[in-house]
């Protein structure tokens, strides 16, 4: 016997059938759209990686950073773009600011392939990591729910929203990190804290922030997966350090720095820091104007950047700490699997927004849990907020290209404030939903109440999945 649908049927029934194939068909839709639509763009996240290890691999380890005095531009090193020009490249390239030991594996990779080779692998792969993503989160918060349907809901989210879209556009690295993420809390939920311990630390190496989450870790109990983490993570760090020397390293860490100390308002800068900055600072920032590789292109992208007064600086990094705090106590006091399984969605979308940035594609991990709209309020209310969410957040729904700067300053604030306070909307609904664990679920066409869901401690402390 199994569950099909929220309900149990035989091996040999339709049912049973559907339940197997369904999820195979709507990932496979995901990932054909996913590659056939985004893979033709340019990609300047990704580009900004590939040039990083190509400065390395000529012996210019100068222009893997870009080093800026006063605030963060979010421009690229100059070179970066006669190189480009040269070799007839017409998008767009941000700077590189990933820790050094990927750009030198980047640097091997030069050797044996070229860019459009290594990109293609990234184009194939991202799509199928972010299906992976949202069935972890599935499994963790949701397993009583149909899978198909739940990939069906939180697919479309990540198809039509700026969380997914820009980050297959560019072929974010975010999309690895928020695998690796929801792998490490999904095993560390199931017994397996080595494994946990090491995607984690894996997905830190890559973009730093994943380090908090072993805090919570530690806040529940879970030490042999913060140590695995620590041990992995050290290993890491050695390996950077060995392959490419301090000197490097320095300069990374002053990038850090810099990034830490500016405010950077966009359209897809979800963050509070960025809200507060175009609130009570907008007298004092800065509108950068892209440098386009090609000097005739007319094209341009705009943005807008703060050096953050310490007051600013100082109330968030205070936020963030308050945050941690109150996190580590929710997820000590947990009394089982279940209760913090529902906390995570929380913490991961409450930390973006006290990010520094908090780019839209760093919300994957949070929207990977967008279907328990559905499952904990019912489809009407659960569809509804759901919809919300994706018109407030969609690419498709905004003008993309504007006529002047005056324009594109107009939209990066109007659009900077909805999706915030969007995202700030879901993040207080994931917290007052962590608890609601005996509602009505729309499973298959059946209306079940949902068994394992958060608050709802089960005799055997969790659930199989």
């Known amino acids: 016997m199994r569950r099909v649908f929220g309900s149990v049927s035989g091996a040999g029934s339709p049912a049973s059938f559907w339940v197997a194939v369904g999820p195979i068909l709507v990932s496979l839709a995901f990932i054909l759209f996913a590659y056939g639509f985004y893979h ?11 040039l990083a290890g190509e400065s390395l691999a000529k012996g210019a380890p100068n222009l893997v950073y870009r080093i800026d005095p006063a605030y963060f531009t979010m421009l690229p090193p100059a070179e970066w773009l006669e190189g480009l020009h040269n070799r007839g ?3 767009h390239v941000y ?7 990927w750009a030198w594996l980047v640097a091997k990779a030069t050797g044996v392939m070229h860019y459009e080779t290594l990109r293609t692998v990234a184009g194939a792969l991202n799509p199928v990591l972010m299906v992976a993503t949202v069935a972890l989160a599935w499994r963790l918060v949701a397993p009583a729910m149909s899978l198909t349907l739940y990939l069906a809901i939180g697919l479309t989210c990540m198809a039509l929203t700026s969380i997914g879209v820009y980050a297959l556009f560019q072929d974010q690295p975010q999309i690895l990190v928020a695998f690796l993420t929801l792998l490490a809390i999904e095993r ?16 830190a190496a890559i973009k730093l922030y994943p380090a908090l989450y072993a805090i919570l870790w530690l806040a529940s109990g879970k030490r042999q997966a913060a140590s695995s983490f620590v041990v992995t993570g050290v290993v890491l760090g050695g390996l950077s350090v060995a392959a490419t020397g301090w000197p490097l390293h320095a300069q990374f860490l002053h990038v850090l720095g810099t990034v830490a100390d500016t405010a950077v308002i966009t359209r897809l800068s979800y963050a509070w820091e960025s809200l507060a900055a175009q609130t009570f600072y907008w007298n ?16 341009r992208a705009y943005w807008v950047v703060l050096a953050k007064p310490l007051a600013l600086s100082m109330l968030f990094k205070g936020l963030l700490v308050a945050a941690l705090a109150g996190l580590a106590r929710l997820f000590h006091k947990a009394r089982c699997r279940d209760e913090r399984a529902a906390l995570w969605p929380f913490a991961f979308a409450l930390l973006t927004l006290l990010s520094p940035i908090g780019w839209s594609y760093y919300y994957l991990s949070a929207v990977a849990f967008v279907p328990i709209l559905v499952s904990r309020l019912g489809v009407a209310c ?43 909307a879901y993040c207080v ?7 609601r664990s005996d509602q009505p679920v729309w499973i298959g066409g059946r209306r079940k109440r949902q ?5 709802h401690c089960l005799p055997h402390d969790g659930f199989d999945g």
């Not at 199931?190 to 946990?196: I, S, V, W």
């Not at 068994?451 to 608050?455: E, K, R, S």
């Open 382 to 424: 659960g569809s509804a907020l759901i919809v919300a969410l994706i018109l407030a957040t969609s690419p498709f729904l905004t003008p993309q290209h504007t006529t002047s700067a005056e324009d594109a300053v107009h939209y990066i604030r109007l659009y900077q404030g909805l999706g915030t306070l969007t995202m700030s």
């Open 429 to 435: 609904v994931l917290f007052v939903i962590r608890r």
């Open 89 to 91: 490249y017409d998008g």
């Open 451 to 455: 068994a394992g869901a958060a608050g």
């Open 40 to 50: 033709a763009r340019s990609s300047a996240d990704f580009m900004a990686l590939w």
């Open 188 to 203: 560390a939920e199931h017994g397996k804290p080595y494994l946990a311990g090491g995607a984690l630390a894996l997905a």
């Open 95 to 101: 700077p590189y600011i990933y820790p050094p030991l």
């Open 284 to 299: 004092q920032t800065h509108l950068i104007e892209s440098l386009p590789v090609d000097p005739a292109d007319p094209g």
